[in-house]
T-cell receptor, first 111, second 117 residues
Framework: QKEVEQNSGPLSVPEGAIASLNCTYS??????FFWYRQYSGKSPELIMS????GDKEDGRFTAQLNKASQYVSLLIRDSQPSDSATYLC???????????FGSGTKLNVKP | EAQVTQNPRYLITVTGKKLTVTCSQN?????MSWYRQDPGLGLRQIYY???????DKGDVPEGYKVSRKEKRNFPLILESPSPNQTSLYFC????????????????FGQGTRLTVV
């Protein structure tokens, strides 16, 4: 079992819709959770971080964390074509020694 | 400007010819790490370093070496590259101090696309 699992997609949504991206993790010692956006051939860039259960909102982005169920999600409201990218979920274990990344979900936002 | 700088950005080499990919950060971060990214496999950690002279293996260390003689630099060394090391490589750094408080994200370099023929 992988440490972090994501549906590879592609996930296609029309412009203006809500995109919902999901991620599950296996280690209950996971402490910090991050969503990165990666355009093809480019380096990952941080979108959101979340550390405690519940929702965290930042502009059009909302991260949701449920430690009991071991999942973290990212909602993108009013999706734009520029949001089309691969979204990586990352988990930082308790001892900080490692980041684990999911394989990413490819999002296509159609005009 | 805070950044992680990798060089070279692109490299084509032949099997067995030793190479080094450099990584430098200007944020005084303690933690540095190397990843490789392959289609369908996501980012996999090769080696990481918690501070100067402290390095440890990640999930896929075979065929790679690293060193951390200075806080800002963390080079990745391929002593005898093979075609299965053809990949996109990323260096990343992070603050251990901020992580101790509430967790800290990783800042990534621009990536190095390596082809071994």
């Amino acid at each position: 079992q992988k440490e972090v699992e994501q549906n590879s997609g592609p996930l296609s949504v029309p412009e203006g819709a809500i995109a919902s991206l999901n991620c599950t993790y296996s280690d209950r010692g996971s402490q910090s959770f991050f969503w990165y956006r990666q355009y093809s051939g480019k380096s990952p860039e941080l979108i959101m971080s979340i550390y405690s259960n519940g929702d965290k909102e930042d502009g059009r982005f909302t991260a949701q964390l449920n430690k009991a169920s071991q999942y973290v999600s990212l909602l993108i409201r009013d999706s734009q074509p520029s949001d089309s990218a691969t979204y990586l979920c990352a988990v930082n274990l308790y001892n900080f020694n490692k980041f684990y990344f999911g394989s990413g979900t490819k999002l296509n936002v159609k005009p | 400007e805070a950044q992680v700088t990798q060089n070279p950005r692109y490299l084509i080499t032949v099997t067995g010819k030793k190479l080094t990919v450099t990584c430098s950060q200007n944020m005084n971060h303690e933690y540095m790490s190397w990843y490789r990214q392959d289609p369908g496999l996501g980012l996999r950690q090769i080696y990481y370093s918690m501070n100067v002279e402290v390095t440890d293996k990640g999930d896929v260390p075979e065929g790679y070496k690293v060193s951390r003689k200075e806080k800002r630099n963390f080079p990745l060394i391929l002593e005898s590259p093979s075609p299965n090391q053809t990949s996109l490589y990323f260096c990343a750094s992070s603050s251990l101090y901020l992580s101790a408080l509430q967790g800290a994200e990783a800042f990534f370099g621009q990536g190095t696309r390596l082809t071994v023929v």
